[in-house]
């Protein structure tokens, strides 16, 4: 069975014709080339799939394309703007948080949610927001130096 | 002072800017057109017979392309077993392990690939199965591969075993050292199975040409070893297979076995098309190649001054359905337990042993973590027993140049005392945490670093650039690290050197991308392939300025005159010259390393400070500082970066992870379940950096990326033992598992409490 679609995916309006079972993550990848979003468990349990939904992170994996009609969808491929990287992007850089680099997508457009919401975040606070995607490399330090490094310029800027 | 200009300095990783947005390409990415998906089926048993299997509906379903079987695996023609442990371990007769590949299918598309699984037709005997290693060893364990024989067992007869392999290692006079002994204590480690938990499934794309030629993309540590994995597999030669280079999403020693691509490549054989196949994290967890279990018996002794006089250890790998991998038996490594330390008098005995679980291969030092959690936490009990400190107790014991390993080589320079000592002045001061269930433990790993052939090339372009290309695989930041030696070497900015991966075919031979000694392997290529251009730059130089090479020489990105070092001419200029200059070529140069160049041991000093709540028995790590001897740190925050990844693995490892077996099915293949250390459970890793030089290496460097991993086991028991005054013996440490320790300690458990 197959339903037909509209949502807004970084900006640009798509339409498309699904079948219902396709995950919003196979839509993205396979229907619209947008590979920067990944697969690691396929089960909601680590986290690289993550993409924002009207702005909110969720477990591409885990919502089917055809309940993503009408929504606005940001991916990772998105996220830069007019080529300049955002400030998640080059902290991660600049702090070493990616080394292999499968769960930086999806752990960079968590921390753009979550910053939004709590833009003075303690370190704790940063820990257990990130505590639904799963990294195998960096230990988190570096990952949680580099989304403190942003909230700190925000602050910063607000001030 | 430091003598080097880009050596050193922490530059961001060079792959990273396009990991931030998306675009880096690993395999699953890869979309080739008229693709087909492939799915695997896979035993539900982990040790059955095949008594019949039918792919005839599933082949005949609409949209399956093909289906297949080990009887279509080519390479394999004339082999009954399969105990070859290069191959990916197809069914044949029978099942060894649950979740081994009985038939895989390719299709138009991934549903109806996993649709047409339902429809072969297989019908097992089960057989009976065993998973605990230490029943494997018993004479009347079921035997799992009928042909094996217990290899270098002394004594051993001609019956089948599961024990394939077994080694032993004699210094000295054991009863003597044992009578020496003030406090001599006996103890048996047990850890489980765990995976290295790379967040990237594995995955494979093969594309076939109209010449047969097969063209592969998957996740590896070795772009040459997928290719013999593959042509080996499929009896052909090597030039029928390509294999291109893809970014790796983690693999800590778990990719250096390739399940898929030579399926993928068979399916894409028979039906001309391209095949895409990628593993489910079940799949992962079930059927690519864990850490193996232990069983190990340590008796030990020492005086009361603290002086060790003897050891009796039984080390017990637990190797799955696999009989490992040449060279990579886990004895080999696990044999070496007890180099760290002068120890008069021991013997060792080590069995690989298989059992019908997931076969298990190398990760982030294999066999080292297990044995080390053995050593280490046994040493902390006898230090508690003698009543000295535990790193007085190590500085009093340590290993020094010139010590012999267990395999019969002398260290060479090592910086064991200079890591003790400068844990020892980070502790001075840190007070150590008391009461309230919180205390510190520490732990110290040694893990030797080697090098295999490779070799680098470098283009020189006309702007002054350079391109390095390699056929190493990047999977910790080495291609970052070989920009920074051709920068240091050629004395041009870093923007100035591109790093290439190259494919099979365009790329330099490579070693494999393990045993912490990739910066080591190629970059000691990629430093002559240096040094062989810096010697082409001041012939190209002689020949413009009408001076014999001899009175040249490359000094910071310029020729220079010998005796008038102002008359010089910049790399810069030089490369301008590439095709132009009369009576020489273009400026390329290339370099290769040695095989099996001298061990280089890495020694790493490790201290927790852990909380244990003594209502839940929950273990939380407070604070955790490593202090490792690189030799050089190329690049500190890149080497900062694979410690603390490796120390949150190692907690993982310590507390959380572990393969629950019931009936030799995985109990709990899911991230949910088999629990990896999220962001809330591991501290902030505090890494010290020291630099010994090792006398082997170029630019004295070491190795960095297993050693970290080695004695955290340890290290994290030791202070929950401090912290609950239990030791425990078996990981991992759960709530469960320290409770129930601490209430046989402490008197009547809550039941009782509740009569």
Redesign the interface.
């Known amino acids: 069975m197959k339903k037909r679609i509209a949502v807004k995916v970084n900006g640009e309006e798509r339409e498309a014709l699904v ?1 219902a ?1 396709r995950t919003l993550l196979d839509f993205l ?2 229907d619209l ?11 909601g ?2 986290g ?1 799939c993550t993409v924002l939904v009207n702005g909110a992170p969720v477990n591409s994996c885990l919502v089917f394309a055809v309940e993503a009609d009408g929504r606005e969808i940001t ?3 998105g ?2 703007s007019g080529g300049k ?1 955002h400030p998640l ?1 080059e902290a ?3 702090e ?1 948080a ?8 999806g752990l ?1 457009l968590l921390a753009k949610a979550f910053l939004e919401s709590t833009p003075s975040p303690t370190e ?1 606070e ?3 927001a ?15 130096r580099a989304i403190l490094k942003v909230a700190g310029a925000q602050a910063g800027r607000d001030s | 002072m430091t003598p080097y200009s880009s050596l050193g300095t922490s530059p961001p990783r060079i792959d990273v800017a396009d990991k931030v947005i998306g675009k880096a390409l690993f395999s699953a990415d890869i979309v080739l057109p008229n693709m087909l998906h492939a799915r695997m089926l896979r035993s539900p048993h982990p040790h059955a017979r095949i008594k019949r299997l039918e792919v005839g509906r599933a082949r005949a379903m609409e949209g399956v392309m093909a289906v297949v079987t080990s009887a279509d695996i080519p390479g394999l023609a004339g082999l009954r077993e399969v105990p070859d442990p290069e191959l990916p371990c197809m069914a044949r007769d029978k099942a060894i392990f649950e979740g081994q590949p009985v038939a895989a299918i390719a299709a138009i598309d991934p549903y109806v690939a996993e649709e047409a699984l339902d429809l072969i037709e297989v019908e097992y005997e089960e057989l009976p199965s065993v998973t605990d290693v230490l029943e494997a060893m018993r004479p009347d364990a079921p035997i799992i591969h009928p042909s094996l024989r217990a290899q270098n067992l002394i004594g051993q007869d001609d019956r089948p075993s599961n024990i394939f392999w077994y080694m032993k290692y004699l210094r000295g006079d054991l009863d003597a050292g044992f009578r020496q002994a003030d406090v001599v204590l006996e103890n048996t480690f047990r850890t489980q199975t765990v995976h290295q938990g790379h967040i990237e499934p594995r995955a494979s794309v093969v594309d076939i040409g109209t010449d047969g030629k097969l063209t592969v993309w998957t996740d590896n540590q070795s772009i040459f070893k997928v290719r013999e994995f593959v042509a080996g597999y499929l009896g052909l030669p090597l030039r029928r297979v390509r294999v291109m280079p893809v970014e790796v999403g983690g693999s800590f020693g778990g990719k250096l076995h390739q399940q898929l691509s030579p399926i993928a490549a068979l399916l894409a054989l028979k039906t001309g098309r391209p095949v895409k196949m990628v593993m489910t994290r079940a799949e992962v967890f079930k059927a690519t190649r864990p850490s193996p279990a232990t069983a190990i018996t340590i008796k030990m002794g020492v005086t009361k001054e603290g002086r060790l006089t003897a050891a009796d250890v039984k080390v017990i790998y637990d190797f799955g359905a696999s009989t490992g991998m040449p060279g990579l038996d886990a004895v080999h490594h696990g044999v070496k337990l007890l180099d760290a330390y002068r120890i008069p008098n021991y013997r060792i005995e080590g069995y690989d042993v298989v059992t019908n679980k997931a076969p298990s291969g190398p990760y982030r030092g294999p066999a080292a973590a297990q044995a080390n959690f053995a050593v280490e936490s046994q040493l902390d009990l006898l230090t508690r027993e003698v009543g000295i400190d535990p790193l007085e107790f190590r500085l009093k014991n340590c290993a020094a140049k010139g010590d012999l390993t267990v395999h019969g080589a002398p260290f060479g320079e090592i910086g064991f005392v200079d890591t003790l000592e400068r844990m020892a002045r980070h502790l001075d001061g840190r007070a150590e945490p008391r009461g309230a269930g919180r205390g510190r433990g520490m732990a110290c790993g040694l893990w030797t670093t080697m090098s295999l052939g490779s070799a680098a090339h470098i283009n020189v372009n006309d702007d002054g650039s350079v391109t390095l290309v390699v056929g190493a695989t990047d999977i910790s930041g080495t291609r970052t690290a070989f920009a920074q030696i051709v920068a240091e070497e050629l004395g041009i900015g870093l923007d100035e050197v591109t790093v290439a991966s190259g494919d099979t075919e365009t790329a330099p031979s490579a070693s494999v991308s393990v045993g912490s000694m990739i910066t080591r392997s190629t970059g000691t290529a990629v430093m002559r392939a240096c040094l062989n251009l810096k010697e082409q730059l001041c012939r190209r130089a002689a020949l413009r300025m009408k001076v014999d090479a001899e009175e040249l020489e490359f000094f910071r990105g310029r020729v220079i005159l010998k005796e008038r070092p102002e008359t010089a001419i910049s790399f810069a200029e030089l490369a301008r010259d590439n095709f132009a200059l009369p009576g020489a070529g273009p400026l390329y140069a290339s370099g290769r390393s040695d095989p099996l160049g001298k061990p280089t041991p890495v020694f790493v000093v490790q201290a927790a400070d852990v909380e244990v709540d003594k209502e839940t028995g929950k273990v939380t790590v407070l604070s955790y500082a490593v202090c490792q001897d690189t030799g050089l740190s190329i690049n500190p925050a890149i080497i900062e970066g694979q410690i603390q990844g490796a120390v949150a693995q190692g907690i993982g490892w310590a507390l959380t992870e572990g393969y629950v077996y019931e009936k030799g099915v995985m109990k709990n293949p899911t991230f949910l379940d088999y629990r990896m250390p999220i962001a809330p459970d591991v501290p902030h890793i505090e890494t010290i950096l020291v630099e010994h030089a090792s006398d082997a290496v170029p630019y004295g460097i070491r190795g960095v990326g297993e050693p970290p991993m080695v004695p955290t086991l340890a290290a994290i028991a030791n202070a929950v033992h401090s912290a609950s005054g239990v030791r425990l013996f078996e990981l991992p440490m759960t709530p469960e598992a320290v409770l129930e320790k601490i209430r046989g300690g402490e008197g009547p458990s809550p039941k009782k409490r509740e009569c």
Request: aromatic share 8%; proline share 2%.
């Open positions: 079948e079972r990848r396979y080339h947008l590979t920067g979003t990944k697969e690691g468990c396929g089960d349990n680590c690289s991916t990772i491929e996220l830069a990287l992007q991660f850089i600049s070493g990616v080394q292999c680099g499968f769960c930086t997508p960079i704790t940063v820990r257990f990130i505590a639904g995607n799963l990294c195998r490399c960096t230990g988190y330090d570096k990952i949680v």
